[in-house]
Structures are given as structure tokens and as C-alpha cells.
């Protein structure tokens, strides 16, 4: 898999956000990349990115870990 896909910054997207397909991060060797997979219900916590990040953030910060 080379790619993956991230919750992103659109300022011009309803909500701010939006799913994007990014490169594989790259992990240093004290690092683990975990796969996820979501449950039919999973959405973005309404209390999770703060509108005060996301109203002084570029299009295509990554929010997250």
C-alpha cells in the first residue's frame, strides 16, 4: 500500500474537513504504523478538532496523531 487516507484542512469544504488520500507515512525505526479499520458508525468526534485549530490551519494540515 502506498497510500493512505487522512482527515485533512479544506477551509473551503462544509466543516473545514475533509478524507484525502496521502502518501504512507514514512516510520522511524522507535515508531509503529498501525492499520485501522472503522466500524460502520465511526465518525469524526464533534468535540475532536477544535474550530480554533482548524480556523488557523492551511489547506491540507493533517489533524491527528
Do not use: H, Y
Request: hydrophobic fraction near 40%; proline fraction near 9%.
Amino acid at each position: 500500500m502506498t497510500t493512505n487516507q487522512a482527515v485533512v484542512v479544506d477551509q473551503k469544504a462544509p466543516g473545514k474537513l475533509i478524507i484525502q488520500d496521502i502518501a504512507m507515512p514514512q516510520t522511524l525505526p522507535s515508531e509503529a504504523l498501525v492499520r485501522c479499520r472503522p466500524f460502520p458508525s465511526t465518525a469524526v468526534k464533534r468535540g475532536g478538532p477544535s474550530k480554533q485549530r482548524m480556523a488557523g490551519a492551511q489547506d491540507g494540515t493533517l489533524l491527528g496523531w
